[in-house]
């Protein structure tokens, strides 16, 4: 370069550069043009800009003044050949106006958003997590919890059978029983999980679901520790003016058994507060004398208490949900929704 005189190598490269310009074959191969002589670090026509400086002081204006209008021709006439392109592109029906293609953004199921949120406040408060198996067997889904499969409660959780005794589970209880089988106390987990039903489909139930399990076993956990626990887990759900009812129920692995219900405060768009109904979110109770035997321990040393609830439920309540079905069938237009 330093050979030749600079203002005959602009419009060397000037012509050089038309010549490229108009050959340009598509919008990348004008890009690579467009890189190959203004391209800021290994331009052509940029380099002789930054070599201003070294070049003898009476020199420098007119070679700037050159090469900046260099710049500028080829500059315009890289817009007009990608307008021409682009033409082309229309012309071979192609709709440039089309807006791009949204890129899929993934996000957890809103059933798996409430289990992950349950299972956190209970991690804060120092349970781990357990599981079982979905295909289990009559002893652990009924006889171990203290339910005789004469018994009504069985009834009314009447499930797929594999074969004689193995079936699909029709709660997450049976965790209780083999995780007290595999471990001494002081137990505290939670254990959430697909559970099955004959049950139909409708817009409160499905014939599988999940569950949460949980289970407190230790020397001198007393219904305080039940009560406290619970009402503390549905405060920080929920918020702290929270409302918590443990109201008489039966349950065979429980005994004295109770559902949970909660009264929320929600806040209205216009800022006035309200009160819900009461509403449902577990069946819960103090673990029965006859589970701990099942399992070997000794029930006038252990106490303990225990809960199931299902997420979705939950999930309903939170998003105002008021079919559970729309959870299950994958409708992007209803799930996208909860993609965080
Ligand atoms: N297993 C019960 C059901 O599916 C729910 C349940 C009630 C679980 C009381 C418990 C409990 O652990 O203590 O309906």
Known sequence: ??????????????????????????????????????????????????????????????????????????????????????????????????????????????????????????????????????????????????????????????????????????????????????YEPPIRIVAPGWVYRRDTYDATHTPAFMQIEGLVIDEGVTFVDFKGTLAEFARRYWGPDTQVRFRPSFFPFTEPSAEVDVKRVITRPDGTREETDWLEIMGAGMVDPNVLASVGYDPERYTGWAFGMGPARIAMLKHGVDDLRTFFENDMRFLGQFAS
């Open 1 to 182: 370069m330093s050979e030749t005189n600079p203002i005959e190598a602009l419009a060397a490269l000037e012509s050089d550069a038309l010549a490229a310009i108009a050959a340009a074959a598509d919008p990348e191969a004008l890009e690579r043009v467009r890189i190959t002589y203004l391209g800021r670090s290994e331009g052509r026509i940029s380099a002789i800009l930054r070599g201003l400086g070294a070049m003898p002081p009476e020199e420098r204006p007119a070679v700037g003044q050159r090469a900046n209008e260099v710049k500028g021709v080829v500059n315009e006439a890289l817009d007009a050949r990608a307008t021409e392109l682009e033409g082309g592109a229309a012309a071979a029906g192609e709709d440039l106006t089309l807006p791009s293609r949204r890129p899929w953004k993934g996000g957890l199921h809103p059933i798996t958003q409430a289990i992950d949120e349950i299972w956190a406040i209970f991690r804060d408060l120092g349970f781990v997590r357990a599981r079982g198996p979905e295909a289990d067997t009559v002893w652990y889904n009924f006889e171990a919890l203290n339910t005789p499969l004469d018994h009504p409660a069985a009834d009314e959780q009447d499930t797929l059978y594999l074969a004689d005794s193995v079936l699909l589970r029709s709660h997450t209880s049976p965790v209780q029983v083999r995780t007290m089988e595999a």
